[in-house]
Each structure stands twice: as C-alpha cells, then as structure tokens.
C-alpha cells in the first residue's frame, strides 16, 4: 500500500464520496453516497494487503514467490483461492489450455519479471527453461482443496483474474458493512451496485482521448484489456497464450460485462485467444472485442453501442 486520500465531488446532482488509493501496483477507487468510516478503510486495505501477499509474484515474501523458489512441495493457499483456482480450471478447459496460471515463466522470460527488467531472456537461457516441456496448470499441478502440490519450480501469476476477484472481495466487504450503492474500480476492472446505471467509455487502445464506445453498466460487472496498458519492446505485452508464451497479435482490446468481476477480468483475456461462441458454452457474458485491422465486434446482449 503507498498512499490513500478521499475526496468527494457531486455529479448528477448526488453528492458522492471518493476513497482513492494505490495497491497491487495500480490506482484504485471506491465511490460511495456516504464516506467510507476509517475503520472500513483500513479492513479493506488489509484486505487488499494480504491478498498481495498471497499471490504477488512481484513480491519476494508472497506465497507464490515461495512456490517459485522451491523445487517442489505442498503449500497451502488461503480459502479464496477456491473460487479462484477453479475459475482458473474452467478458463483452462475453455481456452483449449490459452489461460493458464502457470504463464508467469513466459512473462518473465519476456522481461516482465519482478524487477521489471523488460529485457527478454536469450534463446539459449529460454531452451533451458523449456528442456523439459513447458509446464501447465492441468498436468504440472495437483490441486487438494486450498493446497497445491508441485515437482518442481512453478512461476505462478494471476494476472488474468487476479484483480477482478479482489473487486469481487472489496464488493463483498462494502455489502457487510451496508452499502448498496456504490463502484468500485480497480484501475478498469469495476464492479457497479446500485439503481441507476452508470455509463463506462471503452477507451480506444491507442489513443487514450477517444472512446470506441460506452457502456451502460448496472448491478455488474465490467473488466477490459488491451495489448496498450503493459507492453514494452517490439511487439511485447502482458498477454500471452499460454500454450506458446508469444504474445497476440490479432486482437488487441476486449471489454467483458459479466455478473463478477473476476468473471469478466478472466473472459476479457479468454477472448484474445477463443471464439465468443465457445466462452458463451460455459460462461454468461457480454462483450466487446477489438482486432489489429482496426474491426470492432460487439455481442447482441451488450448494453451498450459502439461509435461509427
């Protein structure tokens, strides 16, 4: 946790609350019709805390970090990686194995490492990782309730859901404690509750001032990706099929509303790899997906339009 503030603004005429802080590497916000009380703060920025602990890779004193430095072992994860991991499992299945926690070696292999290095690794030292296969959650690792048992050293990352689940987390906390109105927003990844709906631009992914279109979102959830938001040297990014450990190509943005956030965090980075069609077999969603060549595709169900 670095900082925190709150500040409250009025729009449409509905004085609104603002607790604004940083975690997990990114800026978060949770608006409210009534300020969050300091104790309320302080449980959800534990919250946030411990899950990072958890499931940082970027942290040396995260439990994954710890997976990745043994040669193998049983560790025991806390109990929200039930829901978790078996969202990881049915993300796998549906991705034909494109979704995979265990993507993490590829991104730092790529320079996406815990130092942030961003220098890719030689092909000699990625032949060397990759002398014994490349390792995949459905066959590398045996899942016994809320511990994991590997062989040998596994780099862990759960990018792809990790952020929507904590929007699901802080939701949940706020539900307790009475709050039926409110957005929380975890630098894109937002969980919405409330009467009215809010309207949401989906930015272009190249050009920060302009919109492909809006969303109106209410009593769900919206989560995007773009190719944009962690990409460094010719052709590198954060999202990478984890079949190959190449970054895409083809789609460069998607936006996914779904009922849970970590729900639709983890189909906005499914959709990069596999058609909507097959996802709608196993998941209840809405979407928005952008190509290289510039095309748009929108779902029938979304609530929303895309600009001309």
């Not at 959800?44 to 602990?53: N, V």
């Not at 990014?237 to 509303?257: E, F």
């Not at 983890?266 to 996802?279: E, I, N, S």
Request: glycine content about 8%.
């Amino acid at each position: 946790m670095n900082t925190s503030n709150y500040t409250t603004y009025t729009a449409d005429s509905v004085s609104k609350s603002m607790f604004s802080f940083d975690a997990t590497g990114t800026q978060w916000e949770i608006e409210t019709l009534e300020p969050l009380e300091r104790q309320l703060q302080q449980r959800i920025l534990r919250r946030i805390e411990a899950f990072d602990t958890t499931y940082s890779r970027f942290r040396p004193d995260s439990l994954v970090s710890q997976v990745a430095a043994s040669e193998g072992g049983c560790f025991d994860f806390p109990d929200d990686s039930l829901a978790l991991f078996d969202l990881y499992d049915r993300l796998h299945t549906a991705t034909a194995g494109a979704v995979d926690p265990l993507v993490g070696r590829d991104l730092e292999l790529l320079g996406y490492d815990r130092t942030y290095s961003l220098m890719p690794a030689s092909n000699l030292i990625r032949a060397e990782a990759y002398a014994w296969g490349r390792a995949t959650w459905s066959k590398d690792v045996l899942r016994d309730g809320t511990s994991i048992v590997t062989w040998y050293p596994l780099v862990i990352d759960v990018g792809a859901v990790g952020k929507g689940y904590l929007v699901d987390i802080i939701s949940e906390i706020l539900r307790e404690a009475g709050f039926t109105q409110f957005v929380v927003d975890g630098s894109g990844d937002m969980r919405h509750s409330g009467e009215s709906s809010l309207r949401v631009g989906l930015e272009h992914p190249f050009d920060p001032l302009l919109a492909i279109g809006v969303a109106n979102l209410q009593d769900r959830a919206l989560c995007a990706s773009a190719v944009n938001k962690r990409a460094w040297g010719d052709g590198l990014h954060h999202v990478l099929d984890a079949r190959t450990g190449v970054p895409v190509r083809d789609v460069v943005a998607t936006w996914v509303v779904a009922d849970d956030a970590a729900i639709a965090d983890g189909l906005a980075t499914a959709l990069f790899f596999t058609r909507a069609d097959r996802l709608a077999e196993v998941f209840r969603f809405s979407y928005v997906r952008m190509f290289a060549d510039g095309r748009a595709e929108i779902s029938q169900n979304f609530d929303g339009k895309l600009f001309s």
